[in-house]
C-alpha cells in the first residue's frame, strides 16, 4: 500500500480526457490508483453520476487515498432544453464541492469527472470550467473528463486526451456489465 509519508505534488497540471468512447473516467481511476501509490491523494467528483459504479466500492477500501463523490440522480440525464433544475442544482453544488477540495489543500489531484458532458447538457458553464483551470493551485493536478471538450478548455489545459473508438461491443448490443463498465 502507499507509504504513510506526507508526499505532495511540487507541479500540478491541467489534464482533459475526451472522447466519444469509453475510457475517459478509467484512465482518471487509473491516474488516481498510480498517485495512491505514490502517497498522493486524490479526490473524484462525478457530474451527472448517481448510480451505483464498482469504482465507488474500490473507493471506500482504499480511503483516505481516493475519494468519490456523485452530483447527479439515479436515473441518466438525458438532453432536454432546458435542463431539469434538479440536475442544475445538483451539478452547482457538485461544482462548489470539487472547487473547495481543489482548494483546501487536503488533495494532490482533482478529477472532475464527466464535467465537460456537463457542459454539453447546460448544466455546468463553460465559464466555470475556465475558472477551474485558472484557479487551481500550482501543486494541484486536474483532469477533467467528458465527450466533446470544447476548444476552449482544450487550448487552457496542459494535457489533452482523446479517446477514440475503433470497435466497441455495443455495437453488437451488448450492455454494460458490472465490474467492467460499471
Avoid: W
Avoid at 501543486?139 to 477533467?144: G, M, P, R, S, Y
Avoid at 487552457?156 to 453488437?172: F, G, N, P, Q, S
Amino acid at each position: 500500500m502507499a507509504s504513510d509519508k506526507l508526499v505532495h505534488l511540487e507541479k500540478g497540471y491541467a489534464q482533459v480526457y475526451t472522447g466519444n468512447c469509453k475510457g475517459k473516467t478509467t484512465a482518471a481511476l487509473g491516474l488516481a490508483f498510480r498517485a495512491m501509490g505514490s502517497g498522493l491523494k486524490t479526490y473524484i467528483g462525478q457530474f451527472m453520476k448517481g448510480q451505483q459504479y464498482g469504482e465507488l466500492e474500490s473507493a471506500r477500501m482504499v480511503k483516505p487515498y481516493i475519494t468519490i463523490e456523485q452530483y447527479g440522480r439515479k436515473d441518466l440525464v438525458h438532453v432536454k432544453y432546458p435542463p431539469l433544475q434538479q440536475d442544475v442544482d445538483m451539478a452547482a453544488d457538485g461544482l462548489s464541492r470539487a472547487r473547495k477540495a481543489m482548494l483546501t489543500g487536503d488533495y494532490d489531484i482533482v478529477v472532475f469527472d464527466e464535467i465537460l458532458t456537463a457542459h454539453g447538457f447546460h448544466l455546468v458553464s463553460l465559464d466555470s470550467i475556465l475558472d477551474l483551470v485558472r484557479t487551481r493551485p500550482d501543486n494541484v493536478e486536474i483532469v477533467l473528463t467528458g465527450r466533446h471538450a470544447p476548444q476552449e478548455v482544450i487550448d487552457a489545459v496542459d494535457l489533452v486526451t482523446e479517446m477514440v473508438e475503433i470497435k466497441h461491443y455495443y455495437a453488437r448490443g451488448i450492455i454494460a456489465r458490472k465490474g467492467i463498465e460499471r
